[in-house]
């Protein structure tokens, strides 16, 4: 915890002064509140002793204990395994549904528990989206379908909010141009990167506080991974974001804070230039050099 | 083992199952071929506009024929699929999508119970139920027969097909916050709907060449009724009955019944197949 306030410090310090500088997209202009001297960033999610078990004796994770800040981008980051897609599943109660997968210790949004007794999971999903590792359009629906499916459920019925709507999550997520001549054609004749922007922008019209992004570009060209991680860095303002990457060059663009996970153990969380450059844990320090090495 | 023995072992068993499969084509062929010579003269005009009537029509050679039972096929089996298809669906959805639901079980107990059910014992069963209780036989308790013969197929089929639509789609709807009955009914559902028109399908056709329920059901008449709550021909019952009149005449009609009740079941699968191919285009686009 001391970690990430002290590096919240020291961002400040550097914004102060540099105020135009570092980050390009950060608009110029007047300080945002977070900038205030006296202010820490918020907690939007966390985990407390976050346990999900499959089967009897398989952990995916054990024990994760783990803030996510509000606004801000959290990576998380781990050979394969070791449990990132399972700690990001738990987080919007996607387990429910799973056979024999057993969820303990505690996950909170906004300080609620999510998983209390009476919390819907439906509204919890409402408010904290998902893009998942491997690109799932809704086959049989068009690509326009795909992307409003989640806004007409919402009671979004008129058709120039929708289209509005429509385009401007494509454009985000960098699809619009592909595909604005075919909006009617199934979802399933997208390529495989094109289906998983699809689903990017699937996840982001219904216009999520928290959104989870299981590897969302490792299926992408050099390109369509630029303009993702420009969206990220631009919808940071208005959303929390968590994204999964094998990619540490990804991990230290996009991301504030980087948490480390081995075994299914979250290892080390903190600001992510100081756990590139500095890492606590030596078993950090390992793989970040098995990597880079 | 040598390339050449390979080969041969190859072509052995590529014979066998040509030579397998024409056992059972050729009889069906041999059936079909039998069913046509002995009845394809008595589809004449009045087969197709004519009741019944009583035998001594047919004996005195007056226009007689089947148009009332292949109405009342058509309604009878139309209104039992009308029947069984929310049925057989919503059930093929609790044993798919509600597993761990406490009525799961029951309901795969009970399909699996029905399916292997003879055919007869459904009559039986509407009979219990329908006939006794509104006071004697109808189209409607016919209805209710072959109702019971489509359920458990269109259940079957059903949960079979859901259970292989992958995973991640119902993931995928319940991530952007939708409940769980809208991801089955708007994404699941959809997306396996080739399956279950085939299995809607496989149930209709089944149940249409079924006599045994409607003997003690809808029971037959020899006169045009549109009344679900009479009596009504249909295909299957009045080929039995005519199968066993003494009359000669009455037998020859029986065969073309038989033809028309063939290319019932044809033409069912035949439309169907276009619809599903057409269904598998669209989703597969
Ligand atoms: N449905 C499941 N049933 C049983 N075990 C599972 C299941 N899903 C994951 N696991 C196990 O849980 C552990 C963590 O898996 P998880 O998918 O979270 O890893 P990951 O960090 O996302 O890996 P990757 O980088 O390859 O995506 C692994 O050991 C995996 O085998
Ligand atoms: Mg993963």
Same mark, same amino acid.
């Given at each position: 915890?001391?970690? +990430?306030?002290?590096?919240?410090?020291?961002?400040?310090?550097?914004?102060?002064?540099?105020?135009? !500088?570092?980050?390009?997209?950060?608009?110029?202009?007047?300080?945002?509140?977070?900038?205030?001297?006296?202010?820490?960033?918020?907690?939007?999610?966390?985990?407390?002793? +976050?346990?999900?078990?499959?089967?009897?004796?398989?952990? *995916?994770?054990?024990?994760?204990?783990?803030?996510?800040?509000?606004?801000?981008?959290?990576? +998380?980051?781990?050979?394969? !395994?070791? !449990?990132?897609?399972?700690?990001?599943?738990?987080?919007?109660?996607?387990?429910?549904? *799973?056979?024999?997968?057993?969820?303990? *210790? &505690?996950?909170?949004?906004?300080?609620?528990?999510?998983?209390?007794? $009476?919390?819907?999971?439906?509204?919890?999903?409402?408010?904290?989206?998902?893009?998942?590792?491997?690109?799932?359009?809704?086959?049989?629906?068009?690509?326009?379908?795909?992307?409003?499916?989640?806004?007409?459920?919402?009671?979004?019925?008129?058709?120039?909010?929708?289209?509005?709507?429509?385009?401007?999550?494509?454009?985000?997520?960098?699809?619009? &141009?592909?595909?604005?001549?075919? +909006?009617?054609?199934?979802? *399933?004749?997208?390529?495989?990167?094109?289906?998983?922007?699809?689903?990017?922008?699937?996840?982001?019209?219904?216009?999520?506080?928290?959104?989870?992004?299981?590897?969302?570009?490792?299926?992408?060209?050099?390109?369509?991974?630029?303009?993702?991680?420009?969206?990220?860095?631009?919808?940071?303002?208005?959303?929390?974001?968590?994204?999964?990457?094998?990619?540490?060059?990804?991990?230290?663009?996009?991301?504030?804070?980087?948490?480390?996970?081995?075994? !299914?153990?979250?290892?080390?969380?903190?600001?992510?230039?100081?756990?590139?450059?500095?890492?606590?844990?030596?078993?950090?320090?390992?793989?970040?050099? $098995?990597?880079?090495? | 083992? =040598?390339?050449?023995?390979?080969?041969?072992?190859?072509?052995?068993?590529?014979?066998?199952? /040509?030579?397998?499969?024409?056992?059972?084509? /050729?009889?069906?062929?041999?059936?079909?071929?039998?069913?046509?010579?002995?009845?394809?003269? #008595?589809?004449?005009?009045?087969?197709?506009?004519?009741?019944?009537?009583?035998?001594?029509?047919?004996?005195?050679?007056?226009?007689?024929? %089947?148009?009332?039972?292949?109405?009342?096929?058509?309604?009878?089996?139309?209104?039992?699929?009308?029947?069984?298809?929310?049925?057989?669906?919503? =059930?093929?959805?609790?044993?798919?999508?509600?597993?761990?639901?406490?009525?799961?079980?029951?309901?795969?107990?009970?399909?699996?119970?029905?399916?292997?059910?003879?055919?007869?014992?459904?009559? %039986?069963?509407?009979?219990?139920?329908?006939?006794?209780?509104?006071?004697?036989?109808?189209?409607? #308790?016919?209805?209710?027969?072959?109702?019971?013969?489509?359920?458990?197929?269109?259940?079957?089929?059903?949960?079979? /097909?859901?259970?292989?639509?992958?995973?991640?789609?119902?993931?995928?709807?319940?991530? %952007?916050?939708?409940?769980?009955? @809208?991801?089955?009914?708007?994404?699941?559902?959809?997306?396996?709907? #080739?399956? /279950?028109?085939?299995?809607?399908?496989?149930?209709?056709?089944?149940?249409?060449?079924?006599?045994?329920?409607?003997?003690? =059901?809808?029971?037959?008449?020899?006169?045009?009724?549109?009344?679900?709550?009479?009596?009504?021909?249909?295909?299957?019952?009045?080929?039995?009955?005519?199968?066993?009149?003494?009359?000669?005449?009455?037998?020859?009609?029986?065969?073309?019944?038989?033809?028309? %009740?063939?290319?019932?079941?044809?033409?069912?699968?035949?439309?169907?197949?276009?619809?599903?191919? @057409?269904?598998?285009?669209?989703?597969?686009?």
């Amino acid at each position: 915890m001391s970690t +990430l306030e002290r590096s919240t410090e020291q961002k400040q310090a550097e914004w102060y002064a540099n105020p135009a !500088g570092g980050r390009s997209e950060q608009p110029a202009g007047p300080p945002e509140p977070l900038e205030n001297a006296a202010a820490q960033v918020p907690v939007r999610m966390s985990a407390e002793g +976050l346990t999900v078990r499959y089967g009897v004796s398989t952990f *995916g994770i054990r024990d994760v204990t783990m803030a996510l800040y509000d606004r801000k981008v959290t990576a +998380l980051i781990g050979p394969s !395994g070791c !449990g990132k897609s399972t700690f990001l599943r738990a987080l919007n109660r996607m387990h429910d549904l *799973g056979r024999d997968i057993e969820v303990t *210790g &505690d996950a909170f949004l906004d300080g609620e528990s999510i998983y209390a007794p $009476g919390v819907d999971p439906v509204v919890v999903r409402r408010r904290v989206g998902m893009v998942f590792q491997k690109p799932t359009p809704f086959p049989t629906k068009s690509i326009y379908e795909n992307v409003c499916a989640g806004l007409r459920l919402v009671g979004m019925r008129k058709r120039s909010l929708l289209d509005e709507a429509v385009e401007k999550a494509l454009t985000s997520a960098a699809l619009w &141009d592909e595909v604005k001549d075919r +909006l009617r054609s199934p979802g *399933g004749s997208l390529s495989g990167g094109q289906q998983q922007r699809l689903c990017i922008a699937r996840a982001l019209a219904v216009e999520p506080e928290v959104l989870l992004m299981d590897e969302p570009t490792s299926s992408l060209d050099p390109n369509a991974t630029m303009r993702i991680e420009q969206l990220i860095t631009q919808l940071k303002r208005q959303v929390t974001i968590v994204i999964v990457t094998h990619n540490m060059q990804q991990a230290r663009r996009v991301s504030d804070y980087t948490a480390f996970f081995y075994l !299914g153990e979250m290892v080390e969380q903190a600001d992510t230039h100081e756990l590139f450059t500095a890492p606590k844990e030596s078993r950090t320090q390992e793989y970040l050099h $098995g990597t880079f090495s | 083992m =040598t390339l050449r023995t390979r080969y041969l072992r190859d072509r052995t068993i590529e014979v066998a199952l /040509v030579l397998l499969t024409l056992l059972v084509v /050729v009889p069906l062929f041999i059936i079909i071929l039998y069913v046509i010579m002995n009845g394809f003269s #008595a589809l004449n005009f009045s087969f197709f506009t004519e009741e019944l009537g009583s035998p001594a029509r047919a004996m005195q050679g007056r226009p007689t024929g %089947l148009m009332h039972s292949i109405i009342g096929t058509i309604v009878i089996d139309l209104v039992a699929l009308v029947m069984a298809v929310p049925f057989g669906i919503a =059930t093929g959805i609790m044993m798919s999508e509600y597993q761990e639901h406490p009525f799961a079980p029951v309901a795969r107990l009970m399909t699996s119970t029905l399916n292997g059910m003879p055919a007869v014992l459904m009559g %039986l069963l509407a009979y219990a139920l329908v006939v006794k209780n509104t006071g004697g036989f109808s189209a409607l #308790a016919g209805s209710v027969a072959l109702a019971f013969v489509m359920v458990p197929i269109i259940a079957r089929t059903t949960e079979s /097909v859901l259970r292989v639509t992958p995973w991640n789609l119902r993931e995928a709807g319940l991530s %952007l916050g939708l409940p769980r009955w @809208k991801v089955t009914t708007a994404l699941v559902l959809p997306a396996a709907r #080739a399956g /279950v028109v085939t299995g809607i399908l496989i149930a209709f056709a089944r149940a249409a060449g079924e006599a045994a329920p409607l003997l003690l =059901t809808s029971f037959g008449n020899n006169y045009l009724s549109f009344n679900l709550t009479q009596p009504m021909d249909t295909l299957p019952q009045r080929l039995y009955s005519l199968a066993i009149s003494p009359y000669k005449q009455w037998h020859a009609m029986g065969w073309g019944g038989a033809i028309i %009740l063939l290319l019932f079941v044809m033409v069912t699968f035949f439309v169907g197949r276009l619809v599903i191919r @057409k269904l598998e285009k669209e989703s597969h686009a």
